[in-house]
């Protein structure tokens, strides 16, 4: 199966309305020419810098323009992010992704220690991620030298939705930093975040979006929205997990060889749902107690799963 960027939204509506059992099938077909069957990639994530955030996104715990439960918490110190990522790879991840309430990447003392932040954790040979906001070109290239392996930025929905959820930046910012990060050459990790009240027109327009970049996102979160207290989408209808499966083996489709991440939203899910969205080939998860603000199921709950399906944590990508 070759890889594709010209998938236009047409042909991608017809692969995503397919019958669902039609489109898991395909999905794994894809899944299995780049991946082995039985394998999820275990990620954590660490909020290296909680809250206080000038953005908008009408969807985040972090903003500064909403009242939420959570408290500001200044820059972390390196050697403490390094311990977790430590704790982090005993307990059997692979990647390390550490996130920041920035709007965008200041130079300076704060930017020096996430770079000493990015060689503790990369020594200690893990994939290591970072998401702290727009980026310019140095700053992705200072990163690169650190040994960053990926940077998440995500496009969360389509274009046409973007506005209904942030009006702090635009699609093209996301995209000129998306662009600043592969020029530098570390990979991309890009998705989005469903039940934000978007239509289906719009999960395939985000799709789209991903499946025309070149090269395609080596990482595709798919989060389904966390719905916290305080933000304007507090009251969100609570989505359908079969959007989730739906969506997820539609990207699978798209993009055969990229890891597609079963993010934020596991906790709203049944086993049995989250059961579907790996046979619909969702192939990695975040794992630990946390997410960056919210809860995360529990690493017994996530044990028990992974034996009942007879599947296992991936040991290098
Ligand atoms: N501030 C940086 C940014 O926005 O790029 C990095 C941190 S931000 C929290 C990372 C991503 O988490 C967002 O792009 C969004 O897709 C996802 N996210 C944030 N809050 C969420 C929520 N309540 N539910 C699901 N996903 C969420
Ligand atoms: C992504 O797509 N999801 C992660 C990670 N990339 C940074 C973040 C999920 C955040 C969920 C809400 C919270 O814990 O604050
Ligand atoms: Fe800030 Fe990122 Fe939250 Fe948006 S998603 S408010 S940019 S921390």
């Known amino acids: 199966m070759n890889i594709r960027h010209d998938w236009a939204r047409d042909e991608i509506r017809t692969v995503y309305q397919l019958p669902l059992p039609e489109l898991v099938f395909r999905a794994q077909l894809a899944h299995r020419e780049y991946h082995r069957p039985d394998e999820v990639q275990m990620c954590r994530l660490l909020s ?8 908008d996104c009408a969807y ?27 704790r982090a790879k005993a307990g059997g991840a692979t990647r390390f992704c550490m996130g920041a309430a920035w709007r965008q990447v200041n130079d300076g003392k ?16 893990l994939e290591v991620c970072c998401t702290l906001g727009m980026l310019t070109q140095s700053q992705a290239q200072r990163l690169k030298k650190a040994g960053l392996t990926a940077y998440n930025h995500n496009l969360d929905t389509s274009p046409e939705f973007y506005g ?26 890009c998705g989005g975040i469903l039940g934000m009240g978007e239509s289906d027109e719009d999960r395939i327009g985000l799709l789209e979006q991903l499946a ?39 990207a699978r489709i798209l993009m055969p060889a990229s890891m597609v991440r079963l ?17 619909a080939r969702a192939n990695s998860i975040f794992t630990g107690e946390k997410l960056l603000t919210t809860p995360n199921p529990d690493a017994g709950d996530d044990a028990r799963l992974f034996e009942s ?5 991936l040991q290098r990508a």
């Open 48 to 55: 290296i810098k909680t809250g206080g955030c000038p953005e």
């Open 110 to 125: 704060e930017f020096d220690q996430v770079l000493d932040m990015v060689r503790g954790v990369a020594a200690l040979d």
């Open 164 to 189: 209904e959820v942030i009006s702090t930046r635009t699609y093209e910012d996301r995209l000129r930093t998306i662009g600043h990060v592969r020029e530098a050459g570390i990979t991309v990790c």
């Open 60 to 86: 985040c715990s972090q903003s500064a323009h909403y009242k939420t439960d959570v408290t500001r918490e200044p820059l972390m110190d390196p050697a403490e992010v390094i311990a977790t990522a430590r």
């Open 263 to 279: 993010a934020a939203g596991r906790r709203r899910m049944s086993p049995e749902a989250v059961a579907l969205c790996f046979l």
């Open 212 to 250: 025309r970049l070149d090269p395609h996102p080596e990482s595709v979160p798919i989060n389904m929205l966390v719905r916290n207290e305080g933000t304007p989408l507090e009251d969100a209808p609570e989505i359908d997990p079969l959007i989730m499966v739906r969506t997820i083996a539609t």
């Open 309 to 313: 399906l007879g599947m296992r944590a």
